[in-house]
C-alpha cells in the first residue's frame, strides 16, 4: 500500500513516519509514504497557493493549479484521491476497512478556507474525521493512515484484529493485566476460571454492555445490524 500525501507542510509528518506500527511497517516495507509539497507546483512566482475569495468574503483559499498539477503529475492508474474536509463523510471503520483493499491512496490535505470548489472534479472521495474544525488537513491524513495501515496483511498480528471495538457495531471487551489485585481492585474471576468458553461469553456481554452505556448510538446499529 502506497499513501501519497499532498500538503504545503512536508515536514509535519516526521516524526509520525519515526514511530511505533507505522515505523516497522516501513521498515519492514509493508506500506509506503510519500509526502508532497504541492507548493513545488505552483506557478506564482512567489510560489503563493493561496488567493482571496472571488465575490468577497473573509479569509484566503487553496488555489486549483498547484494542487492539480501536483495530482496529475504522481496520480497512478491504482491511485484513490481523497480530499480531507470537514465537509466529507465521516470517516469510521467501515471506510478504515474498505481503503485498506487499495494499492494507492492519496491524500489532499486542506488549509484557510479550503479549496477551489473546482476541485472536486478532480477526486474520488470526501472525509472528515468528525465534526469539528481543524488547522490543516495533516492529522487527518495521519489518522487515515494510521487506521488504515493496521489492517493492512502483517502490519499487526492477525489476532489482535479479531473482535476489536466497533467490529459488528460493538465496542471491545474490557481488558487486564497483571497484576492480579491492585489497589483493592481485582481481575474479575471469570478470566482466572481457565474456562475458555465461558470467558468468550462473558466477553460478548462486556462488549454489548459497554457499546450501550458508553456509545447508545451505536448500540442501536447493534440492535438493527442483529436483525
Known amino acids: 500500500m502506497t499513501f501519497k500525501i499532498l500538503t504545503i ?8 513516519k519515526q514511530y511505533s506500527i507505522i515505523k516497522n511497517a516501513l521498515n519492514n ?15 506564482d512566482k512567489h510560489k503563493k497557493v493561496d488567493d482571496y475569495q472571488i465575490g468577497g468574503g473573509g479569509g484566503m483559499v487553496l488555489s486549483i493549479q498547484p494542487i492539480i498539477d501536483c495530482l496529475r503529475q504522481i496520480k497512478t492508474k491504482d491511485s484513490k ?30 488549509h484557510y ?13 470526501e472525509i472528515s474525521i468528525g465534526d469539528f474544525i481543524l488547522t490543516g488537513g495533516e492529522i487527518a491524513a495521519m489518522t487515515i493512515i494510521d487506521s488504515v495501515s493496521r489492517l493492512i496483511e502483517n502490519v499487526i498480528a492477525k489476532q489482535s484484529l479479531e473482535t476489536e471495538s466497533f467490529d459488528d457495531c460493538l465496542l471491545d471487551y474490557p481488558a487486564y493485566t497483571k497484576p492480579i489485585e491492585y489497589d483493592n481492585k481485582k481481575v474479575p474471576d471469570i478470566l482466572l476460571s481457565g474456562n475458555h468458553k465461558e470467558i468468550t461469553k462473558w466477553r460478548e456481554e462486556k462488549r454489548i454492555a459497554n457499546t450501550k452505556s458508553k456509545r447508545p448510538d451505536l448500540y442501536e446499529k447493534y440492535l438493527a445490524f442483529k436483525k
Not at 516495507?29 to 506557478?43: G, H
Request: aromatic share 16%; glycine share 6%; hydrophobic share 40%.
Open 29 to 43: 516495507n509493508l506500506i509506503k509514504i510519500e509526502v508532497i509539497n504541492f507548493r513545488d507546483f505552483s506557478t
Open 113 to 125: 478556507e479550503g479549496f477551489d470548489e473546482r476541485i472536486y472534479d478532480y477526486i474520488d472521495m
Open 9 to 16: 507542510f512536508p515536514n509535519f509528518f516526521d516524526g509520525f
Open 81 to 110: 484521491v481523497i480530499l480531507l474536509s470537514p465537509q466529507g463523510k465521516v470517516f469510521n471503520q467501515t471506510i478504515s476497512q474498505s481503503l485498506s483493499k487499495e494499492k494507492e491512496i492519496i491524500l489532499i490535505c486542506g
